[in-house]
């Protein structure tokens, strides 16, 4: 065919005009379909799109929350609180090149540190970088007055309030206060989905660590749109105000404190006073201690982490001790509640006891105590009245007891880092050494030695269940969580029972006439003798080194005697063997219970009680 025939066939022409009506069909889809996503894009979704854009130009910087406060059980005293020093910023990409070294230099100037420092902050972001950097924190008002007068000189630097931790003078309290520091990357990884980032600021040890969410806050937020380079753009600021975190009020009496730190001095131990009716903690000091404020110093903290004495031990719940004598108070509870003996039954001590194969000498010596019953045999602290009492209990009723005072268990209070006691039996014997209980392991016990530990808080609420006569409520430190604005209260700590032993009324009974009659008629009548308040407890010493002769000083009692529990409060000191031995337990507490009801400070009690001598001057002086 040819080529005319072929433009001139009707059917051929047909085809091409089909084809071309096809390729305008679908070139008109297209373009609709062009169209409608751009009108879906720019008039439909337009908003949502140009805030995705504001979106990816946006900077977002934190505002720090104000910490909740720390304060005392009268909530007037602070404990812990914010300081508003400044952190100092700079941004590098608004100074001019020629002007950079001249600017940072004199920033350093003010600050106090080597341009280097100023430098090497600046690198981390980049000499043109529009971004802040802090160059340094906790600086002064008057740093700050001095490089406002100097701005027009200083440009991109500039300046926020920054809240510090400050911690009053709290000394031994440092201990249950605790501290606070940057969040690590550990513990970021672990507190994330918490709402921690990287720049929080957490607790790290004590009633800030404890209570960190409470006291945390809600940070605000600061939002602005910058330009490509990071530029600030004339958009309005977006500021989501923060959130300050709670208040917290504690047990802890201030004044009751500094007594009992002072009454403690610089001996290695710790002293504990507790009120058994609803289980707060009024006073809890452990020497040595360390300075709170100490972490803003490098190589201070690398000394107080390294000083033998361990300044970061709080002895009172994280060291645990034998309770040597004052275990006694148990043993004669089992007594009277099991019957095995006869409270009234002489028992001849003649300073030793044969046992086994082995001779037991009472602590003291021949030609020992002569006949002593229940009463004089607690008073005397004799150990062979004891040790025949053990024997006739046996090893498995005399662990039930214990575990009836708390002993053996966790007393849950509310602080991050805290021991539990260990109350040895025949099975944990074999299963640790391999060997079976003996006979001289029972007497020991019996006695408050051998492997039996526990802390000084511990024996504070041992004695606490002879105050309420078979109750201890757990031991706490928060007292209440007050709104920060309104100082309302949002939550009060209400008692919560730990222990409960079903002995016998009579049984407490005797007990408290037994405790008391230790201090009247006891080996602790000097030491312990006051005046203005009648007190019941029991002494303990706990040899650690017959070699070296070296003894744990324990007294733990109560006071009034003859008072309500309501009024009540159980004193615990414990002082370590690593001090000169001087007996200092019993006098330390006698010093707290006299400062307490004759409402004295530590100088005027040592007066009144004529320790004055025997006192060393130890201690925050007032």
């Given amino acids: 065919m040819r080529l005319n025939d072929f433009i001139n066939d009707p059917i051929t022409s047909e085809s091409k005009g089909s084809t071309i009506r096809n390729s305008a069909i679908f070139i008109f889809v297209i373009l609709a379909i062009y169209i409608l996503k751009l009108f879906s894009m720019q008039i439909i979704g337009g908003e949502e799109y140009r805030n995705q854009s504001k979106r990816n130009f946006q900077r977002v910087s934190e505002i720090p929350a104000q910490r909740g406060e720390i304060y005392d059980r009268n909530a007037t005293q602070p404990l812990a609180i914010n300081t508003d020093p400044f952190a100092v910023d700079i941004t590098p990409g608004e100074i001019p090149k020629e002007k950079y070294d001249t600017v940072t ?43 406002a007068e100097n701005i027009v000189d200083l440009p991109g630097v500039s300046w926020r309030s920054k809240p510090i931790r400050s911690y009053q003078d709290i000394g031994t309290l440092s201990h249950i206060i605790g501290y606070v520091g940057d969040i690590s990357t550990d513990e970021l990884k672990v507190m994330y989905n918490e709402g921690y980032t990287s720049t929080s600021v ?29 530029r600030k753009t004339e958009e309005e600021t977006k500021i989501e105000p923060p959130v300050p975190g709670k208040n917290l009020v504690l047990t802890i009496d201030r004044d009751i404190q500094l007594l009992a730190e002072k009454a403690l001095g610089e001996r290695i131990g710790s002293a504990v006073v507790l009120k058994p009716s609803t289980g707060e903690i009024l006073a809890m000091a452990s020497w040595p201690y360390f300075d709170t404020n100490l972490f803003s110093s490098e190589s201070a903290y690398r000394r107080a982490l390294n000083d033998p004495k361990n300044p970061f031990l709080n002895r009172a719940v994280d060291a645990t001790y034998p309770p040597a004598s004052t275990f006694k108070s148990i043993m004669s509870t089992a007594i009277l509640q099991e019957k095995v003996l006869d409270p009234n039954k002489k028992i001849d001590c003649n300073g030793f006891i044969d046992y086994g194969n082995r001779v037991f000498k009472c602590h003291i010596g021949v030609p020992g105590h002569g006949k002593m019953d229940l009463k004089n045999g607690l008073a005397q602290s004799c150990n062979v009245y004891f040790w025949t009492a053990g024997i006739e209990l046996g090893v498995e009723r005399i662990v039930s007891y214990a575990h009836s005072f708390g002993y053996g268990e966790s007393l849950e209070i509310d602080l991050p880092s805290q021991k539990t006691s260990f109350v040895p039996d025949p099975r944990w014997k074999e299963r640790r050494f391999h060997e079976k209980w003996l006979g001289g392991d029972t007497l020991n016990m019996s006695i408050g030695q051998s492997y039996t530990e526990v802390t000084p808080l511990h024996v504070a609420d041992m004695m606490a269940m002879f105050v309420n006569k078979g109750v201890i409520y757990k031991p706490h430190l928060l007292k209440q969580i007050r709104d920060p604005a309104t100082n309302e209260i949002e939550k009060e700590i209400e008692r919560e029972v730990l222990h409960k032993a079903d002995f016998s009324p009579e049984v407490w009974t005797e007990m408290q006439q037994n405790l008391r009659y230790m201090v009247t008629n006891g080996s602790a009548q000097y030491p312990l003798n006051n005046k203005i308040v009648k007190i019941a407890g029991k002494t303990g010493t706990a040899e650690i080194s017959n070699y070296k002769k070296q003894w744990h000083s324990w007294f733990v009692g109560y006071a009034p005697f003859d008072g309500a529990p309501e009024d009540a409060v159980v004193v615990c000191v414990s002082v370590e063997a690593a001090n000169t031995w001087e007996w200092w337990a019993p006098y330390a507490s006698n010093i707290i219970f006299q400062g307490i009801f004759a409402n004295q400070t530590y100088e005027e009690a040592i007066e009144t009680l004529g320790f004055k001598y025997l006192a060393k001057p130890m201690g925050r002086q007032e």
């Fill in 202 to 230: 957490i607790g790290k040890a004590g009633i800030e660590k404890e209570y960190d969410k409470e006291l945390q806050g809600k940070a605000g937020r600061e939002s602005r749109v910058v330009d490509v380079r990071g």
């Fill in 105 to 147: 230099a004199r920033l350093a100037a003010f600050l106090g540190i080597s341009k280097n420092q100023v430098d090497r902050k600046v690198n981390s972001v980049g000499k043109r970088s529009f971004s802040s950097v802090e160059v340094k924190a906790n600086v002064s008002f008057n740093t700050i007055s001095q490089i």
